[in-house]
């Protein structure tokens, strides 16, 4: 399979909106959700993002982590998490639950 530079851009753009959502929804700045920061305020919304950008926009776990500025196992242990917790976190489940309903309604980018 071909690289295609137009769809990588569109799911970047759409990863970017997707990081504006997490961070109005949590009170938090995009740049410190990309930040290297690990207190445990950021955690839960940096992983939201990650799971929301390899969801929804389709990004890889190699370009997941180039976007966070993480290794790309450290996105996919994010996916993960995310996906644990809300199985084992009944708190954090209705939290993704919401969060997830809105994050759908987020169009993605038109073609230019």
């Known amino acids: ?9 569109l799911q970047q ?17 995009i740049r410190s959700l990309l930040s290297r920061r690990r207190h445990q305020r950021l955690v ?3 992983f ?13 776990f ?6 966070f500025r993480r290794h790309p196992h450290a996105a996919f242990h994010a996916v993960r998490s995310v996906r644990n917790d809300v199985y ?3 708190r954090r489940a209705r939290d993704f639950a919401a969060a997830w309903l809105e994050a759908r309604q987020i169009p993605p980018p038109p073609r230019r």
């Open 48 to 60: 939201m993002a990650i799971y929301f950008c390899h969801h929804l926009s389709g990004l890889g």
């Open 13 to 29: 753009r759409h990863a970017q909106s997707l990081l504006r959502f997490v961070a109005d929804r949590y009170g938090v700045s």
């Open 1 to 9: 399979m071909r690289f295609k530079p137009q769809v990588a851009r």
């Open 62 to 67: 190699k370009r997941l982590g180039a976007l």
């Open 44 to 46: 839960w919304p940096r």
């Open 88 to 90: 084992t976190n009944p």
